[in-house]
């Protein structure tokens, strides 16, 4: 394969995964596991979990934090060049106060105090389809604010992902029920409106590790990241 002049750089990163015992969160775990451009991963998690075994489980070092005290945890994230937000939940889940806290504050404070540590350039974020700060919908509305937010801080690549409905080797979709019905005439359009965390996973590690973008910001739209997982897992010949 060709090395891009990038891989000999990159093969030193560490990458910090907030969120990563969600179902997106534990798929990009995986992918970042089994890359040679990544040598370490901090896990950011509220509590210890148990990883499974297989290729790349040295590589990870979790760090417990309590997101509502973050102020008490800076060192938490003091490493990690790259940053993969996959902090979420829902309003059926956790409640409207709930859901702002985790989907807002949650990944807005978590980036802030990575950029004030000074060590992370690129933030990577799971957004949603639909995401806009003047929607309508506490969801959209929520996920559009968290991403201007995140925007707004700066770092040296930015980078948002807005997938469609998100299936789960379990067949649930994460999204809210409301979020779902309102995307109903877009998935009529296309067949294409839903992705598997898995391959969510693979186009944003692809991009996060070998892409560069014009600009400080970039938006992926939901047909965009289905382009990048393509671009990922070149079918054998």
């Not at 775990?29 to 998690?45: A, C, H, P, W, Y």
């Not at 807005?108 to 950029?115: E, I, Q, R």
């Not at 779902?180 to 005439?185: I, K, P, T, V, Y």
Request: overall charge neutral; hydrophobic content about 35%; proline content about 2%.
């Amino acid at each position: 394969a060709l090395q891009t002049k990038n891989t000999r750089e990159m093969a030193s990163k560490c990458a910090l995964v907030l969120g990563g015992t969600g179902e997106s969160g534990k798929r990009v775990m995986d992918e970042l596991r089994v890359s040679d451009l990544i040598s370490k991963i901090v896990m950011v998690n509220r509590r210890q979990v148990e990883l499974p075994d297989g290729p790349g489980l040295e590589k990870v070092e979790q760090k417990i934090v309590d997101f509502d005290k973050l102020d008490e945890h800076k060192e938490a994230f003091n490493e990690g060049e790259i940053a993969f937000c996959c902090l979420g939940t829902t309003r059926a889940k956790a409640g409207k106060d709930g859901f702002v806290k985790v989907d807002y504050d949650y990944v807005v404070n978590t980036a802030k105090n990575l950029k004030e540590n000074g060590v992370c350039t690129d933030f990577h974020l799971i957004s949603s389809w639909g995401a806009k700060a003047n929607a309508w919908t506490l969801y959209s509305s929520t996920k559009g604010k968290a991403e201007e937010a995140v925007k707004a801080l700066g770092f040296a690549r930015t980078s948002v992902y807005r997938p469609g409905l998100l299936i789960t080797e379990r067949g649930e979709s994460r999204m809210l029920e409301k979020a779902a019905q309102c995307m109903a005439g877009f998935l009529d359009r296309s067949s294409k409106g839903s992705i598997k965390t898995e391959d969510l996973a693979k186009a944003m590690v692809f991009n996060a590790t070998k892409k560069t973008i014009e600009g400080a910001t970039e938006t992926i739209e939901h047909p965009a990241i289905l382009e990048l997982t393509k671009e990922a897992t070149p079918e054998q010949s």
